[in-house]
């Protein structure tokens, strides 16, 4: 039997293009579309829709009241089933020909964030937005009737399609290379040089510096517990956060765009990652784990499903004072061991084999993982 993946825009990076780059592993024969493809040639074959070629492609923004129909207007395909990785409206998707009629399945990384719950994402508060948002939520939920089945990347998001698009989820998190993060890797001398500049111990706080992303709390964490504090990524809040740190005092180090190499030798040197942000899974959480580092995190979202309290780290709904000082007390105090354990199961080979068996159970398709996407 033959199949059909289907994503958004492609992107050098992201959590969602590490899902259809093993999901294509998973399913080697199946064809593949986006809405256009700007991969850097991280992902090559993938067809295109026709906003790929319009200028619309350069703002997603701008696209978006364009996306559903887009979807609707592929091509005619011969397959069997159609597995759809959707954050926004790629679950849409119809094919003309046999396609048009074979089961649709959904990995749903989320319901589009800025159309269903904007207070999460600051893209979906704009007044333009919000009018958009009231005509696409009856369209959305009934094209997110049409699949067979829903898969969601957490616990967290099956109950928000639960909320949104009233639909049930199985959960199959998303893959994590763990292996990528638990043997050390070589190192440049320049990276080699900026580690020694590091305090002996610190927090670490890792993501794009953006807002929602709370890095604030991050240097709050390291007022209160009088620590250093490492900050690693990139983006506009960069200057306010070091207004901040200055402000209390705290001594901050930014390390800017660290490789896989460095920034696994971040998480092995920190005393815990505190990782404030309400994510809809939260990959890095189980990266630092996986290198023995256990984690301060939300007591809301994907992170309250990886963290196990006590455990691996601390689970905190009081970001402040007292109470997030003890979170990084209790996080320091947990046992490596059980940390690199608890990210075992997350990692690459337990979602090929979830996912496989999920489409198998779907659509009678027995497709067994491939040999390079299993042992990676």
């Known amino acids: 039997m033959s199949g059909v993946l289907v994503h958004e825009w492609l992107a050098p990076h992201g959590g969602s293009e590490n899902v259809f780059e093993v999901l294509s592993d998973v399913f080697p024969d199946a064809q593949r579309f986006c809405l256009w493809n700007d991969s850097d040639g991280r992902f090559t074959g993938v067809r295109e829709t026709m906003l790929a070629r319009t200028p619309l492609r350069r703002s997603k923004a701008a696209a978006l009241p364009f996306m559903p129909t887009a979807w609707r207007a592929l091509p ?7 597995l759809t990785s959707s954050h926004l409206f790629a679950h849409h998707a119809r094919f003309r020909g046999p396609a048009r009629d074979a089961p649709k399945l959904v990995y749903a990384h989320t319901p589009a964030r800025y159309v269903w719950t904007p207070e999460l994402d600051g893209r979906g508060s704009g007044i333009a937005a919000r ?48 292996s990528a993060f638990t043997t050390p890797a070589q190192l440049s001398a320049a990276e080699r040089a900026e580690l020694a500049t590091l305090p002996d111990q610190f927090l670490l706080g890792v993501s794009r510096f953006v807002s929602y992303k709370r890095l604030d709390r991050v240097i709050e964490a390291g007022h209160v517990s009088n620590l250093p504090v490492v900050l690693a990524g990139s983006g506009p809040e960069e200057e306010r956060l070091r207004e901040l740190a200055a402000a209390l005092g705290v001594r901050t180090v930014f390390v800017h765009r660290p490789s896989t190499a460095l920034l696994a030798e971040l998480y092995r040197r920190a005393l815990t990652l505190v990782f404030p942000a309400i994510e809809d899974f939260g990959i890095m959480p189980v990266e630092a784990m996986s290198t023995g580092t256990p984690v301060v995190a939300s007591a809301i979202g994907g992170t309250a499903e990886t963290v196990v309290d006590g455990v691996t780290g601390a689970l905190v709904h009081d970001w402040a004072g007292a109470d997030l000082a003890n979170a990084v007390q209790r996080a320091v105090a947990t046992d490596a061991a059980a940390s690199v354990a608890r990210a075992q199961e997350f990692d690459t080979r337990v979602f090929t084999e979830r996912i496989a068996d999920w489409v198998a159970t779907t659509t009678g398709d027995t497709v067994a993982p491939s040999s390079e996407s299993a042992a990676s």
């Not at 005619?76 to 159609?82: F, L, P, Q």
């Not at 005509?135 to 997110?144: E, G």
């Open 131 to 178: 009018a958009v948002s009231s005509v696409i939520k009856p369209l959305d939920r009934r094209r997110a009737a049409e699949p067979v089945a829903i898969a969601a990347n957490s616990a967290f998001i099956a109950e928000r399609i639960a909320d949104t698009w009233e639909r049930e989820a199985t959960v199959i998190h998303p893959p994590v290379d763990v």
């Open 76 to 82: 005619a395909v011969d397959a069997d089933w159609v």
